[in-house]
């Protein structure tokens, strides 16, 4: 850790890499080098990994899913690594804004599930993984992706705070979770409406292959 780094730079060098990070659009990367064309153009027009499955590629969908949700971790690693665990955890914060708000593509982005998750085992690896096994079970029992992801995102907060080992810098990790929740709320504002409408596609289902511009 760089100890002598000047105070300034540490709480700045972790935002702009962070987000400058969080910002590459693998999902558009990825199905354009795949030969799957343009994401933007199929299914939702969303870059995330749901939205590339819809392309029939599920090596690609993989990929992405994995990239996205590494580029968090990754962020949250190195700079916690190099500046220490409130450097982390400001560093995680703005890969997951730059996944929602990419200056690549002029701020529209994805939904920020995957690089949630990825950011969330970074730096409190026992709330992560009790907020992917939330997921895991919201959707065995209801196959609804985007209710599964707002449970797990209502949750974060919670489970940080209860299962988190503690230490330097865990009010700020709740803060996070709380942070990264709310705007996981904002960007599924149209999957709320249709789930309280009874309309939300189902995972496997036959509507997510057709599903309208606006869906996840």
Known sequence: ????????????????????????????IVTRLGGAGD?????SGNIGATNVLRTGRRDLAAITLL???G???????????LFGPLAAVLAAGAAFLGHIFPVWLR?????????????????????????????????????????SALVAAALSPLLVFAVDPGGEGK?????LAAF??????????????????GEEPR???SKAAAAPPAAE
Do not use: Q
């Open 180 to 197: 990264m929740a709310v705007l996981i709320y904002v960007r599924h504002t149209e999957n709320i409406c249709r789930l309280l409408k």
């Open 67 to 69: 990239a996205d949700g």
């Open 203 to 205: 995972i496997g289902g």
């Open 171 to 175: 009010i700020y990790r709740v803060y």
């Open 107 to 147: 701020f529209k982005g994805g939904k920020g599930v995957a690089t949630f998750f990825g950011t969330l085992i970074a730096v409190s690896w026992p709330a992560g993984l009790m907020a992917g096994a939330t997921w895991i079970a919201m959707a065995v029992l209801f196959r609804i992706s985007s209710l």
């Open 39 to 43: 994401v933007r153009k199929i299914g």
């Open 1 to 28: 850790m760089l100890t002598d780094a000047d105070p300034t730079f540490a709480l700045i060098a972790p935002l702009v890499g962070g987000y400058l990070l969080g910002s590459i659009p693998f999902g558009v």
């Open 71 to 81: 580029k968090g971790a990754v962020a949250a690693l190195t700079a916690g690594w």
